[in-house]
């Protein structure tokens, strides 16, 4: 059975439950799905709209979630509007068919609810599945509460379908934390939905037999390259689309999404980079701290592919000591993925800050207004003397 949701004002639902609603908005025309904790609730509740007919959708229950992106990929290829949910090791048995969807160009949106890899066998949030998939040529949203994850998808359609992308697009949320916590949230009428994303027009089908298209045919060398230029200049015209897209939703709707968030960082000395759920946990450190008459503030990532490595530099240009928070390790004994991203980002800086890398929260460990404010400390302790303990540790231990 369907959840009752009336589209006006505010209304209390778990992350879970406003990114299924998102989708009977859109009503895709597939969604091959593989329920797997913590992403389970979403096609769950989805799979109630579809039962209630009041969507359109044809919703393909796979057997595994290779199969469920693989029959998105087939949806797809046919000219079918296409979404999926999935998690932690659902995600990376899809690692195959995450390429081939990228690499054909197709504009599926699959909502990703970050949970940890194993193992050890663990079901709680980190964000290993996403960034083990940050190379596969998927544009990467992050969302720090349920409002943003719910507006995300609206986006997220725009964008992958857009004609100067035509790539699949991954929007993010914290497991358990954004996807099981309720949130008062704003609701988009239906009408105003549909006019937002439009009617999908695919720019190929398999099934266009006066202009049949190929897909997936054998490329040799002479030619490899060239597909995946063309796919990474794709890539690079996605950064202007999201600020395109976030600026059109925010006119519409009055609330405005960009590549990244800033808080209390025009006058910072030092900053904390850090994404999703735990940006609010560090929202109220630097208020506690600004309390005191430290200069800190927070820089949240929204984009994460394509990497706004330019607008990360001048954002970061001002402040002395730079922290990114990771809630992976990339085992490569010097930094998370986020780190190296933006310490690459800041190194043509002629004044560079320095950057430290901190690894955190993994599998779900708690991250407390604490642990960010001992992280500004060292932070403002570099920023004075200019020296670094260590460039790479683990925190929250």
Same mark, same amino acid.
Request: charged share 25%; with cysteine.
């Given at each position: 059975?369907?959840?009752?949701?009336?589209?006006?004002?505010?209304?209390?639902?778990?992350?879970?439950?406003?990114? #299924? &609603?998102?989708?009977?908005?859109?009503?895709?025309?597939? +969604?091959?799905?593989?329920?797997?904790?913590?992403?389970?609730?979403?096609?769950?509740?989805?799979?109630? &709209?579809? !039962?209630?007919?009041?969507?359109?959708?044809?919703?393909?229950?796979?057997?595994?979630?290779?199969?469920?992106?693989?029959? +998105?990929?087939?949806?797809?290829?046919?000219?079918?509007?296409?979404?999926?949910?999935?998690?932690?090791?659902? =995600?990376?048995?899809?690692?195959?068919?995450?390429?081939? !969807?990228?690499?054909?160009?197709?504009?599926?949106?699959?909502?990703?609810?970050?949970?940890?890899?194993?193992?050890?066998?663990?079901?709680? +949030?980190?964000?290993?599945?996403?960034?083990?998939?940050?190379?596969?040529?998927?544009?990467? %949203?992050?969302?720090?509460?349920?409002?943003? *994850?719910? @507006?995300?998808?609206?986006? *997220?359609?725009?964008?992958?379908?857009?004609?100067?992308? =035509?790539?699949?697009?991954?929007?993010?949320?914290?497991?358990?934390?954004?996807?099981?916590?309720?949130?008062?949230?704003?609701?988009?009428?239906?009408?105003?939905?549909?006019?937002?994303?439009?009617?999908?027009?695919?720019?190929?089908?398999?099934?266009?037999?006066?202009? #049949?298209?190929?897909?997936?045919?054998?490329?040799?060398?002479?030619?490899?390259?060239?597909?995946?230029?063309?796919?990474?200049?794709?890539?690079?015209?996605?950064?202007?689309?999201?600020?395109?897209?976030?600026?059109?939703?925010?006119?519409?709707?009055?609330?405005? &999404?960009?590549?990244?968030?800033? &808080?209390?960082?025009?006058?910072?000395?030092?900053?904390?980079?850090?994404?999703?759920?735990? #940006?609010?946990?560090?929202?109220?450190?630097?208020?506690?701290?600004?309390?005191?008459?430290?200069?800190?503030?927070? %820089?949240?990532?929204?984009?994460?592919?394509?990497?706004?490595?330019?607008?990360?530099?001048?954002?970061?240009?001002?402040?002395?000591?730079?922290? +990114?928070? @990771?809630?992976?390790?990339?085992?490569?004994?010097?930094?998370?993925? %986020?780190?190296?991203?933006?310490?690459?980002?800041?190194?043509?800086?002629?004044?560079?800050?320095?950057?430290?890398?901190?690894?955190?929260?993994?599998?779900?460990?708690?991250?407390?207004?604490?642990?960010?404010?001992?992280?500004?400390?060292?932070? %403002?302790?570099?920023?004075?003397?200019?020296?670094?303990?260590?460039?790479?540790?683990?925190?929250?231990?």
């Amino acid at each position: 059975m369907a959840l009752n949701i009336t589209a006006k004002g505010q209304t209390g639902l778990t992350g879970n439950s406003a990114v #299924a &609603y998102a989708m009977k908005q859109v009503n895709p025309d597939v +969604c091959a799905a593989y329920p797997i904790t913590p992403s389970t609730q979403i096609v769950e509740d989805f799979s109630g &709209y579809v !039962a209630d007919g009041v969507v359109e959708t044809e919703l393909i229950t796979a057997e595994s979630e290779h199969s469920a992106m693989s029959a +998105c990929i087939g949806a797809a290829a046919a000219g079918a509007r296409v979404m999926t949910a999935t998690s932690s090791q659902g =995600l990376a048995l899809m690692w195959e068919m995450l390429y081939i !969807a990228s690499g054909l160009r197709l504009p599926i949106v699959i909502t990703n609810v970050n949970r940890a890899l194993s193992a050890p066998i663990n079901i709680h +949030c980190d964000h290993s599945d996403s960034m083990g998939a940050r190379d596969s040529g998927w544009i990467q %949203l992050y969302s720090e509460t349920v409002q943003e *994850a719910y @507006d995300n998808i609206f986006q *997220a359609i725009r964008i992958a379908e857009n004609k100067d992308v =035509l790539l699949p697009a991954m929007v993010c949320f914290d497991g358990f934390i954004t996807s099981h916590g309720i949130e008062n949230i704003t609701l988009i009428d239906d009408a105003d939905v549909r006019d937002f994303i439009g009617e999908f027009r695919p720019e190929r089908s398999l099934l266009d037999i006066e202009n #049949a298209p190929t897909f997936g045919a054998l490329s040799l060398p002479d030619s490899y390259i060239i597909f995946k230029k063309q796919q990474s200049e794709a890539m690079t015209r996605a950064k202007d689309v999201v600020i395109e897209v976030g600026r059109e939703f925010g006119k519409r709707f009055g609330r405005d &999404y960009g590549l990244f968030e800033t &808080y209390r960082l025009d006058d910072a000395e030092v900053a904390i980079v850090i994404l999703n759920s735990a #940006a609010g946990t560090t929202k109220v450190a630097v208020d506690e701290l600004r309390k005191q008459g430290k200069k800190v503030g927070l %820089l949240r990532p929204r984009l994460f592919r394509p990497f706004p490595f330019a607008e990360f530099a001048d954002a970061l240009k001002s402040v002395k000591a730079v922290a +990114c928070l @990771d809630r992976v390790d990339s085992m490569s004994s010097f930094g998370g993925p %986020l780190f190296t991203e933006v310490r690459s980002a800041l190194y043509e800086l002629e004044k560079r800050p320095k950057v430290i890398s901190r690894i955190y929260g993994l599998g779900g460990r708690d991250y407390k207004v604490k642990d960010a404010a001992e992280v500004f400390d060292e932070l %403002l302790s570099v920023a004075s003397t200019g020296k670094t303990e260590a460039v790479m540790k683990y925190i929250t231990l």
